[in-house]
């Protein structure tokens, strides 16, 4: 019996994306930029940021170029491509980030694509894998070498939740008033329970529940916004108004998930101190 043929990586991509790959929620398919080319597929990751999926076909010989067109593409048409994908998710104020996936990159592709904005590129390798029991394609994210002239890391570091160097650099871009805001506000939505997953990236950083966005913060441009999905708040935070809209408006959200509709005050175990504040309560409650 013949060995069955691999899936091109398109197919196989999709295939991967449809059935939910962990870190982006699919938004649409071949996406026309330039002239008459096509980026297979477009999504948003746990941020708000767009991301932009090119499967690199065997006979592509320079990926950089490739990222680079899409990246000058998305921000020139940020504003109509949010309203075109209309995904109350997708944050414009955020930096796209594109992904490059093929079934091998060469350690000169991987270089080339290193040397590219920090942030703005990911580079994957789609891995068959063969056995009695089943064949299998999987994504395995593939490391990036930095140039010479910088100390060894990999994008996966400098957009991961555990990048805290990358954060510090966001904050440190904004005005010193919201410098201040923004670091309150993290304060406080880590207070509010513990097991929540903190998602950091370049410009920003978003929190999880139970793989579900409690909410998110964009540090980009200068300028400090916030998101809730489902709608409740999706703007700019310009003083200590906003903070509280933006609060009130994470904390229902997280009542919600823990399956709660109406605002409660839920202790920490052992009798240590509330979640929130009283003050902190009394400033969410919607009936003042």
Known sequence: MAPEQ???VTVAVGRLLTAGYPGI?????DLVFGRKRKIPFVGVDGAGRLVLVLCMQPDVEDAASLVLDVLAFARARAGALARHLSSPRLRTPLVPVVWVIGRELSTAERMRLERLEPGAVSAFELVRIE?????????IEAPLFAPPSSPPSTLATQASAAGPSSLSTAL??????????AEGVIRRVEHLDDDLDAVRSADGMAWRFQDEVVCSLS????????IVPGGDFDGTLRGPGDVESYLGAAVQRYLALLGHG???AVPRPGGVEPLLTAEELAAFDPTK
């Open 219 to 226: 540090f980009a441009g200068g300028v400090l916004a916030g």
């Open 25 to 29: 929620e699919l938004l649409d398919q």
């Open 131 to 139: 056995s009695q029991r089943h064949v299998g394609e999987y994504l």
């Open 262 to 264: 109406n605002l409660i």
């Open 172 to 181: 440190d871009m904004l005005p010193q008033a919201l410098r201040e805001l």
């Open 6 to 8: 691999p899936e091109s």
